[in-house]
C-alpha cells in the first residue's frame, strides 16, 4: 500500500518512507519530493516575513530610546570661552579676535544676542583654523517650530562664518510663537529636542545641548533623546553655586557650562538683589590676596576647579587675558570648602516673571508669580 504524501510528512523517518517509494514507482516519487520542497519553501518564506517585520516594527520600540552613554563624550569643550551677551557691536568683533589671539579657542554666542555678525568678523580677523575652534550659538525661543529653527540655525552658522558650529542650544525651556514674545502652548520642550535632533543629524552643528533647564526638564529630555545633550549652560556662580544639581549633571554624563560665572558683576544684573557685587564681597577679596590673583581670577577659578566651564564675558583687553590666567591658580580641599559655604542661593537671571512661567521650579530661587517685589530682567 502507497501512502499518500501528507500522510508520509505526518510521519518521523520521511527520508525512509521516500526510499521505500522510490522504488516501486519514479514518477510518485517525484510528486513526493515537489510537495515537500514546497513545504520547505513556503516555510522558508514565512519565517524570513516574520524576522523583517520584527527588526522593522517590534525591534526599535523594544529597546531603550535613550542612548545616554555618549551624552558628554566624544568632543571636549575647551574649559573657558569668551562670552558675548550684551558685548557692543562696535567692540565685540576686536574683543573676539583679542581674546583668540591671546589663547581663547572657545565663543559663547547666540541668535538673540544681535551680535554674532560682528562676533563672526572677529573669528575671521583671528584666523585660526575652523577645526582648533569651538563655537557656540543657540536656538531662541521663537525659532522652536521646525521651519524656524532650520532658518535660525543656517543664519547663526552665516553670521558667525564658521560653517558649521560646534554646540547648538536650546536657549530656554519655553517656546514663543513665531516672531513674538507670545508663549506658544502648543510646543512642548519634546517637541522642539526632536527639531534639535534633527539639526544635529542635519550636520550644522557636531553636538546639541539645552540651557536655564530646571532637573525636571533635563529628566523629561534625558529619557526621551535619541540624541542627548551634550552640555547644560546655566547660571551657576559662587553666589548660586546649585552643587547638587551640578553634581547630577556629572553623574548623566552632561557637560555643565556655566554662565555669569562672575555673579553680579554683569550690570544687567545690578538691582536684581541686595547683595553687594561679589568683586567688593570680603571673602573674596581675602582669598584673593592668598592666591596672589584678582578677585575676578579667584572666583573663575573655583568654577573651573569644580568642573563647570566657564564663559566669562569682556570687551575689555586687561580683563579677557586676566580671565584667561583664572586657568593656573589651584584651591586646597580646605578652600573648596569654604567657598561652598559662601553660597547665597541667589538667581541673577529669571525672566520667568516677565512671561509668566514658573522657571527654575525645583532649584534654588524659583520663579515667584504672585511676589511683588519684581524683578526686572
Ligand atoms: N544661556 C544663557 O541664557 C546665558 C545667560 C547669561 C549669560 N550667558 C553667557 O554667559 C556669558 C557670561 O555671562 P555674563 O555676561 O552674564 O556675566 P559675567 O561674564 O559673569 O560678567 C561680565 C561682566 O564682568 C565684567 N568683567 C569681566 N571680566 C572682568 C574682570 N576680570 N574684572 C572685572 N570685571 C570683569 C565685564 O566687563 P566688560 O565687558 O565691560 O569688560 C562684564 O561687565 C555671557 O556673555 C553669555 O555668553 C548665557
Ligand atoms: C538664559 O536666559 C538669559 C536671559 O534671556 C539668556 O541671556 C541666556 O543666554 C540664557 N542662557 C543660556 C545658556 O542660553
Ligand atoms: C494651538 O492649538 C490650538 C488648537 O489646535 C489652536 O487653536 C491655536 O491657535 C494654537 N496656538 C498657536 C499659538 O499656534
Ligand atoms: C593644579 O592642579 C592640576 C591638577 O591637579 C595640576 O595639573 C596643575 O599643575 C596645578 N596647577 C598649579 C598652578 O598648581
Not at 522504488?23 to 515537500?36: G, S, Y
Not at 531603550?64 to 569643550?77: H, M, Q, V, W
Not at 540655525?153 to 552665516?158: A, L, N, R
Request: aromatic content about 8%; proline content about 5%.
Amino acid at each position: 500500500m502507497v501512502l499518500d504524501a501528507p500522510q508520509a510528512l505526518d510521519q518521523t523517518g520521511v527520508l525512509v518512507i521516500l526510499r521505500l517509494l522510490c522504488h516501486d514507482n519514479r514518477k510518485k516519487c517525484l510528486r513526493i519530493k515537489m510537495i515537500v520542497f514546497r513545504v520547505v519553501f513556503a516555510a522558508f518564506l514565512v519565517c524570513a516575513t516574520v524576522y523583517l517585520i520584527t527588526i522593522q516594527y517590534w525591534l526599535p520600540t523594544a529597546t531603550p530610546p535613550a542612548k545616554t552613554e555618549n551624552c558628554g563624550t566624544g568632543l571636549e569643550i575647551p574649559p573657558i570661552g569668551i562670552g558675548t551677551w550684551l558685548s557692543e557691536r562696535d567692540k565685540v568683533a576686536h574683543a573676539v579676535e583679542f581674546a583668540l589671539k591671546s589663547g581663547y579657542n572657545h565663543i559663547d554666542a547666540a541668535l538673540i544676542y544681535k551680535n554674532e555678525d560682528e562676533t563672526g568678523k572677529g573669528i575671521q580677523s583671528a584666523g585660526i583654523p575652523r577645526d582648533k575652534l569651538w563655537v557656540t550659538s543657540k536656538l531662541w525661543n521663537a525659532d522652536h517650530r521646525p521651519t524656524e529653527a532650520t532658518i535660525a540655525i543656517q543664519k547663526s552658522v552665516q553670521d558667525l562664518g564658521v560653517g558649521y558650529l560646534d554646540l547648538y542650544l536650546m536657549h530656554w525651556p519655553v517656546a514663543f510663537v513665531p516672531g513674538g514674545n507670545r508663549v506658544d502652548e502648543n510646543t512642548t520642550i519634546v517637541d522642539t529636542w526632536r527639531v534639535m535632533e534633527n539639526i544635529a543629524r542635519s550636520g550644522l552643528t557636531r553636538k546639541i545641548g539645552i540651557s536655564n533647564f530646571s532637573k525636571r526638564d533635563v529628566e523629561t529630555i534625558m529619557s526621551i533623546c535619541q540624541v542627548c545633550p551634550y552640555a547644560h549652560e546655566f547660571e551657576t556662580h559662587p553666589y548660586l553655586q546649585q552643587q547638587e544639581f551640578v553634581d547630577y549633571h556629572r553623574d548623566i554624563g552632561v557637560k555643565v557650562i556655566a554662565y555669569s560665572p562672575l555673579a553680579n558683576t554683569n550690570p544687567t544684573y545690578k538691582g536684581n538683589t541686595k547683595l553687594e557685587p561679589i568683586l567688593k564681597d570680603p571673602f573674596w577679596v581675602k582669598l584673593a590676596e592668598k592666591k596672589d590673583a584678582t578677585i575676578a581670577q579667584t572666583i573663575l577659578a573655583w568654577g573651573h576647579q569644580r568642573g563647570t566651564v566657564i564663559i566669562p564675558k569682556s570687551v575689555h583687553e586687561k580683563y579677557i587675558i586676566e580671565n584667561l590666567d583664572a586657568l593656573n591658580i589651584n584651591f586646597t580641599e580646605t578652600e573648596m570648602k569654604d567657598i561652598a559655604k559662601q553660597d547665597k542661593r541667589v538667581r541673577m537671571n529669571n525672566p520667568g516673571k516677565k512671561w509668566g512661567i514658573k522657571l527654575f521650579a525645583d532649584l534654588d530661587d524659583p520663579t515667584q508669580l504672585d511676589d511683588d517685589d519684581d524683578k526686572e530682567l
